[in-house]
């Protein structure tokens, strides 16, 4: 658990880039922070790491103050991925993935093994990239290495900005997909940032919207798209707020799909009911007068809310 308490950043030259931020993040959660740019997004991402030292309030991982855990601890038991593709170039991938393990000092056999698992979950075949450099790699493989490197030693709590940001939408959606698999196995406590409201719903258990250094809103995708606290946070979901209220047929009719469902709603209902039995669900079948007359996948959801399929 990550507790915020009237935390406060100031940077030396006056920046006031974070205000009377207080939050709890629980144990296991898939947490994101959104909001504009400039909004102290990262600052509060680094702050958790104390990568960016608290002007003022207090930081607390599982009650105890970060100021009293000692720095590599803290940092070891944290993962972290940044924006930024950021692996070492002349390492190889194995090299890359094995930085933090080595530096906690594991045996070269542990190592190795955990390579290879980490490598097999991101699908990436351990025999072909174990030994490559990260310029023989594309770059969503890159990024997909800097998320597994965040794992590595099997950290409590991951930490990342932006990091699919530098991709093209399809390496993209992959990614989360992974992402969110992975998070299904491993069920840590994540705190992702990005200014990408679809990336936000499709990922996150909750939401945090900030402006300005300040937290406007907290709270579930499905409560933040439906009870927007304020005027701002209506004109950042916007387009999401609008569509949300479609119903499933229309999406139905605009974009039939033939794939094997796994859950059912009627045609009436909204795309906003549609995409909580999406979380649990690749896709659902779509009735009306008791028939079916399409089904509606996950992906089309997303790609229905993007703008990409208009109903
Ligand atoms: N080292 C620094 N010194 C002074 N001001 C800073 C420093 N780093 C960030 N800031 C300022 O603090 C505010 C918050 O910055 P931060 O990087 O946390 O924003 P962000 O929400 O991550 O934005 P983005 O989406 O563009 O990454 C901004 O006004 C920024 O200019
Ligand atoms: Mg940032």
Redo the contacts with the bound molecule.
Sequence with gaps: MIQFEQVEKK???G?H??QELNLTIDKGEFFVLI??????????LKMINRLIPISGGTVRIDGKKISEFDIHELRWNIGYVL?QIALFPHMTIAENIAVVPEMRGWSAEKINHRVDELLDMVGLEPSIYRSRKPSELSGGQQQRIGVIRALAADPDIILM??PFSALDPISREKLQDDLLSLQRQIQKTIVF?T?DMKEAVKLGDRLCL?KD?RIVQTGTPEDILQHPANAFVESFIGVHQEKEHTRVKEVVRAYPANESAGGRIGGDATVAQAMQLLAQTEALTVYENGKPIGIVTRQTMIQFLAGEVTA
């Excluded at 909001?35 to 509060?44: E, L, R, V």
Aim: aromatic fraction near 4%.
């Design positions: 940077y030396p030259d920046t880039a974070v909001g504009p740019s400039g909004c102290g997004k990262t600052t509060t924006q900005d932006e940032v200014h900030m250094g």
